[in-house]
């Protein structure tokens, strides 16, 4: 059983920058693909960004592209999530979801394991 707890949520102004963090207890984190989700109210559940089990190759949603950056240190079991020039759009409960395969696509589906969810709040 694997167990993600993801933390770096707050309430940060237009422009700004966070790093979200999750942190992944089990043995199979360096052979699985990550990913960070997010859920604004009343809609779906998006993906952001996804990265393979080596940290070799990584993949984001158009509406973050060139602001948000996925990164993981297998040592720390660990996976991280960078965001700058933040939106207010941005404003959503952010998910650290894990895989059981090395890589993983940009659809919830394709992830096992999920984490409890940070809040980012984004105001104007």
């Known amino acids: 059983q694997v167990q993600l707890v993801e933390s770096g949520g707050e309430l940060v102004q237009a422009g700004g920058s966070l790093r979200l963090s999750c942190a992944a207890s089990?043995?199979?984190?360096?052979?699985?693909?990550m990913g960070w989700f997010r859920q604004a109210p009343g809609k779906e559940r998006d993906f952001v960004a996804t990265?393979?089990?080596?940290?070799?190759?990584?993949y984001y949603a158009d509406s973050v592209k060139g602001r948000f950056t996925i990164s993981r240190d297998n040592a720390k079991n660990t996976v991280y999530l960078q965001m700058n020039s933040l939106k207010p759009e941005d404003t959503a409960v952010y998910y650290c979801?894990?895989?059981?395969?090395?890589?993983?696509?940009?659809?919830?589906?394709?992830?096992?394991?999920w984490g409890q969810g940070t809040q980012v709040t984004v105001s104007s």
């Open positions: 089990g043995r199979t984190f360096s052979n699985s693909a």
């Open positions: 979801a894990g895989g059981t395969t090395c890589v993983s696509g940009g659809h919830y589906s394709q992830y096992d394991y």
């Open positions: 990265i393979n089990c080596r940290g070799s190759s990584t």
